[in-house]
């Protein structure tokens, strides 16, 4: 059978891994997410800069108006 010692000390180890483990990857998530927002601006940016969202906004608001007077409004 095994030692209680042994068994602490092995579960000690474990537990330090695994604290290191967190440590290490802590603010990840974040830095992850704040990629995405950078990412998301970029594409904003180019879009309102190209001149591309007005034609856009044109066309979605011709699709509302015909779905409007289609439906007898």
């Known amino acids: 059978m095994y030692n209680i010692d042994y068994i602490a ?15 290490d990857e802590s603010g990840q998530t974040a830095a992850e997410y ?3 927002i950078v990412v ?4 904003l940016a180019a ?4 001149g ?5 906004t ?5 699709a ?3 779905v409007f007077n289609e ?3």
């Open 52 to 56: 591309i969202g007005t034609k856009i």
């Open 64 to 66: 509302v108006q015909k």
């Open 9 to 23: 000390a092995v579960l000690h180890n474990a537990a330090t891994r695994t604290g290191q483990r967190l440590r």
């Open 58 to 62: 044109g066309l979605i608001e011709d």
């Open 71 to 73: 439906a007898g409004g």
């Open 40 to 43: 998301i601006a970029a594409i």
């Open 47 to 50: 879009v309102v800069g190209s």
């Open 34 to 36: 704040m990629g995405v």
